[in-house]
């Protein structure tokens, strides 16, 4: 094989994809480079998506990235439940994403949504964790993209999938109770403190 090194950094093999992927030779002329193209098939068989989502811990305060073609409310929902935390502030979050859709709610309290399917930076991401009544986690994220034409793009977030990374920073308030709850007249559970 041409790389010899058991780890190959994930921006390489992106880029390496995208160069490589469409090109349609036969494998025998690809001479040199036929080497990389096996490489990484073998890779996106093997390994490409075996990174999952990390943390680390300092006191209240834990520090997550999430990687390619995780969603972030579905792994930060999985994040609480394996920390078994009841309440976090989403105080940042940096990256860039794919799959995007935000929106906002109009004034008859229904959620407008909007899709952001390209790749695109996610420079601002906010908000919190708590339990719905049954117990189950619940997100509820706001945030700001940036496209390739440097638009923004802002709202409440809806979902989001990692397109390279995302890192996310979460306050634990280990003594809160917060819970979220139907509110009568708004597409909305709101927050309700014990």
Not at 45 to 59: K, L, Q, Y
Request: with cysteine.
């Amino acid at each position: 094989m041409m790389f010899g090194a058991p780890f190959v950094p994930v921006e390489i093999l992106f880029f390496l994809r995208m160069i490589l992927k469409d090109i349609s030779l036969p494998l025998e002329e690809w001479g040199i480079f036929a080497d990389c193209k096996n490489f990484l098939r073998e890779v996106e068989i093997n390994d490409c998506h075996t990174r999952h989502m990390e943390h680390t811990r300092s006191g209240s305060d834990i520090l997550v990235r999430l990687d390619p073609g995780e969603e972030i409310h579905a792994s930060l929902k999985e994040l609480s439940n394996v920390l078994g935390f009841d309440a976090a502030a989403i105080t940042s979050g940096i990256g860039r994403t794919r799959d995007n859709q935000y929106g906002y709610m109009n004034g008859e309290g229904v959620y407008q949504r909007r899709p952001l399917d390209p790749p695109s930076e996610l420079v601002s991401l906010s908000g919190n964790i708590a339990r719905t009544e049954r117990g189950d986690p619940f997100t509820h994220i706001h945030c700001c993209w940036s496209d390739d034409d440097n638009n923004v793009h802002a709202g409440h977030m809806f979902q989001a999938t990692v397109h390279v990374v995302a890192e996310i920073h979460l306050r634990i308030m280990d003594h809160a109770t917060m819970t979220r709850c139907p509110l009568a007249e708004f597409e909305l559970l709101g927050l309700e403190f014990a």
